[in-house]
T-cell receptor
């Protein structure tokens, strides 16, 4: 059972456009992370958010943790071809467990 | 290089066979996680070990088993393989078991193809 649903599943946009990826769950997490995975490699951590309502910025990427710590969003401003990849959210600490549960993934392709 | 080493990188085998995937965690990390990723899918959590002990279990089939050894390396054993077991298997490590703001460092994965 997948606890974390991401939308959209696939996204193909032109360079310079903005986009938002959503990560939703019915479970409360103690922290939520976003990873990016490129072909042939393992996921690489982008950010961790731990406080409800928290907003973190990483250059053109803005991450927000929902007030109830059940959902998160990733907004990319002025997307570039280098942003292409599979974006995965991961929630930790649901129901007091040690599991890191990953979302269904959003595959982003940015066209030059 | 993430510091997490997985072997083999690629493995092709037949249905009904058994394979072992190996993971060496990043130096200093005590916790090891195993994930399965099928084509174009997210990662399915299989199992987690911390300092040699099982800490959390996910959707791991009974045909699969894992362990973490005293030197902290881990092995994932897959037996009675089926076509549907073909996937990328990732190992990740972290300093402590969480669930806090741990950083999971992933290896490059082992690609298993069952024919």
């Amino acid at each position: 059972t997948q606890l974390l649903e991401q939308s959209p599943q696939f996204l193909s946009i032109q360079e310079g456009e903005n986009l938002t990826v959503y990560c939703n769950s019915s479970s409360v997490f103690s922290s939520l992370q976003w990873y990016r995975q490129e072909p042939g490699e393992g996921p690489v951590l982008l950010v961790t958010v731990v406080t409800g309502g928290e907003v973190k910025k990483l250059k053109r990427l803005t991450f927000q943790f929902g007030d109830a710590r059940k959902d998160s969003s990733l907004h990319i401003t002025a997307a570039q071809p280098g942003d292409t990849g599979l974006y995965l959210c991961a929630g930790a600490g649901a129901s007091g467990t040690y599991k890191y549960i990953f979302g269904t993934g959003t595959r982003l392709k940015v066209l030059a | 290089d993430s510091g997490v080493t997985q072997t083999p990188k690629h493995l092709i085998t037949a249905t009904g066979q058994r394979v072992t995937l190996r993971c060496s965690p990043r130096s200093g990390d005590l916790s090891v996680y195993w994930y399965q990723q099928s084509l174009d899918q997210g990662l399915q959590f299989l199992i987690q070990y911390y300092n040699g002990e099982e800490r959390a279990k996910g959707n791991i089939l009974e045909r699969f088993s894992a362990q973490q050894f005293p030197d902290l390396h881990s092995e994932l054993n897959l037996s009675s393989l089926e076509l549907g077991d073909s996937a990328l298997y990732f190992c990740a490590s972290s300093v402590d078991p969480g669930p806090g703001a741990n950083v999971l460092t992933f290896g490059a994965g082992s690609r298993l193809t069952v024919l």
